[in-house]
């Protein structure tokens, strides 16, 4: 499975956007491109993916350039319940996948 | 469905004792995983099962390691003769056979003293 780099923290403030941009230069053709969001004592959950250009839904968008060697997860308005861990990872989407977890980046929103 | 759950949510040990963790799925999801959480990195995949089948064990998985998911619903894990460097949180996830996304219980924080 493709390695991913992505910054170790970020900060951020209520109701500013953010991005947080990972790098996966060895990806695959048949990878796809995830991010799941962790809050300290809980399990990871899953939060976008995508394969290629724009994927957005209800809490994320996710940015892919046309090379898939990087991609950006953007967050509009944060809040404070935003104040967590996320993780890029990437890999095949059918069948059994390990998932393969970096140290993620920590945001932590202030007020 | 009330997602997937996981008991004990904390378990204080001595080393050398046997533990038993448990885990049940998301009723419909085939696919059971288990990974290791130590402080400040990510997930470790630990073994998966798909049905009843244990399909694949990382080498993490040291022989005092045993995991079960018999009739292929709630899934077991069992370390035997603990050590310190076994205190992590150990977290369960479950997947639909269809779907990429896997869903995390809330874990069990061990702690070996």
């Known amino acids: 499975l493709a390695k991913t780099t992505q910054p170790i923290s970020m900060d951020s403030y209520e109701g500013q956007e953010v991005n947080i941009t990972c790098s996966h230069n060895n990806i695959a053709t048949n990878d796809y491109i995830t991010w799941y969001q962790q809050f300290p004592s809980q399990g990871p959950r899953f939060i976008i993916q995508?394969?290629?250009t724009k994927v957005t839904n209800e809490v994320a968008s996710l940015f892919i350039p046309a090379d898939r060697k990087s991609s950006t997860l953007s967050l509009p308005r944060v809040s404070l319940s935003d104040t967590a861990v996320y993780y890029c990872l990437v890999g095949g989407n059918t069948g059994f996948q390990k998932l393969v977890f970096g140290t993620g980046t920590r945001l932590l929103v202030s007020p | 469905d009330t997602g997937v759950s996981q008991d004990p949510r904390h378990k204080i040990t001595k080393r050398g004792q046997n533990v038993t963790f448990r885990c049940d799925p998301i009723?419909?999801?085939?696919?059971l995983y288990w990974y290791r959480q130590t402080l400040g990195q990510g997930p470790e995949f630990l073994t998966y099962?798909?049905?009843?089948?244990?399909?694949?064990k990382s080498r993490l998985l040291s022989d005092r390691f045993s995991a079960e998911r018999p009739k292929g619903s709630f899934s077991t894990l069992e370390i035997q003769r603990t050590e310190q460097g076994d205190s992590a949180m150990y977290l369960c996830?479950?997947?639909?056979?269809?779907?990429?996304?896997?869903?995390f219980g809330p874990g069990t924080r061990l702690t070996v003293t």
């Open positions: 099962f798909q049905n009843e089948a244990q399909l694949e």
């Open positions: 996830a479950s997947s639909h056979p269809t779907v990429y996304e896997q869903y």
């Open positions: 009723s419909e999801h085939n696919r």
């Open positions: 995508g394969y290629k």
